[in-house]
């Protein structure tokens, strides 16, 4: 957390020096995603698990291939794979995991993607974790069941979408719907002005040579991704305001979806209200 309270301050810093840019540090205050150490309960579920590293592509940021880190559990015939969010790690999906182990016939795949918990990469970004979800599915096989948190929800679905696969189980979790406005939000906190905002975003565009505003989950989203798909929110989200949320599930009646009341966006993977109804989920699949 240390690095990421430098670069607000750094940018709040200099956006009120004249004629400077502050695009390179927006840069860092949008892509760089803290790392938190692990606890002593999730390193002993890691030291349970078959550990692997893959690899790919950033051409965007380090200019290099990647090596990130994932784990299994179980050895079973029908695979769960979990794609954590923004700022997060595989093990940080503990209770889910720990819960998911006590189902027959499962396996179990998680990852940290490009830039997250063990896995290299200073600055990471959404198709990133695409990439990575991408290669652990050409690499073990389609799963009848995938996972995702926040902006992990994203990236599964471009990896649906790029591998052609079609699992039987769609399990969402506060989705992150609308990229750019998540963006804005967090230039917003450090007082950027609009004009700054403005250059970064041109600046995304020429990087990406697509606009933010491409990355929204409900232009993204296809019907028939997936034989069932589900939802879990929180309507009182700050990270997912409901509106866009509600824009998603207007446009794609085909989501069944269910609301938590107060698990807020980081704690509800952690929530047993949640986990005891993946485990309903996952056992009928």
């Known amino acids: 957390m240390k690095k990421i309270k430098e670069i607000f301050t750094r940018v709040k810093e200099l956006q009120h020096a004249d004629h400077e840019d502050i695009t ?19 390193q ?4 349970e698990a078959t550990p692997f590293t893959l690899e790919v592509d950033d051409p965007h940021f380090s200019h290099s291939v990647l090596k990130f880190n994932g784990f299994i559990w179980g050895n079973g015939s029908r695979k769960v794979l979990i794609t954590h969010g923004w700022s997060s790690k595989g093990a940080d ?10 189902v027959e016939n499962l396996q179990i795949i998680a990852f940290d993607a490009p830039g997250n918990g063990s ?51 769609l399990i969402n979790i506060t989705p992150m719907v609308n990229l750019k ?20 975003f041109e600046s995304f565009n020429k990087i990406f040579d697509v606009p933010t505003s491409y990355f929204n989950l409900a232009d993204i989203y296809q019907e028939g991704v997936a034989v069932k798909h589900w939802l879990a929110y929180d309507k009182d989200d700050k990270m997912t305001p409901f509106a866009y949320m509600q824009e998603l599930l207007n ?3 085909v989501i069944t979806s269910k609301e938590y009341p107060d698990a807020t966006h980081e704690r509800i993977i952690k929530d047993p209200r949640l986990i005891e109804d993946i485990l309903e989920l996952v056992r009928k699949q």
């Open 93 to 102: 999906f503990i209770d889910l995991i720990t819960a998911l182990r006590t």
């Open 24 to 42: 390179d540090q927006l840069w860092q205050l949008i892509c760089y995603s803290p790392k938190f150490p692990l606890r002593l309960q999730q």
């Open 181 to 200: 406005e998540n963006f804005i939000t967090t230039m917003n906190s450090a007082d950027v002005p609009k004009a700054a905002q403005d250059k970064f």
């Open 119 to 169: 896995s290299e990469g200073e600055l990471s970004n959404l198709l990133l974790f695409a990439k990575a979800t991408e290669a652990v599915i050409k690499t073990y096989g389609a799963p009848d069941v995938m996972i995702g948190h926040s902006l992990g929800v994203v990236a599964n679905t471009i990896a649906i979408q790029q591998t052609g696969i079609k699992p039987s189980l």
């Open 251 to 253: 446009r794609h009646p």
């Open 44 to 47: 002993q579920l890691l030291d």
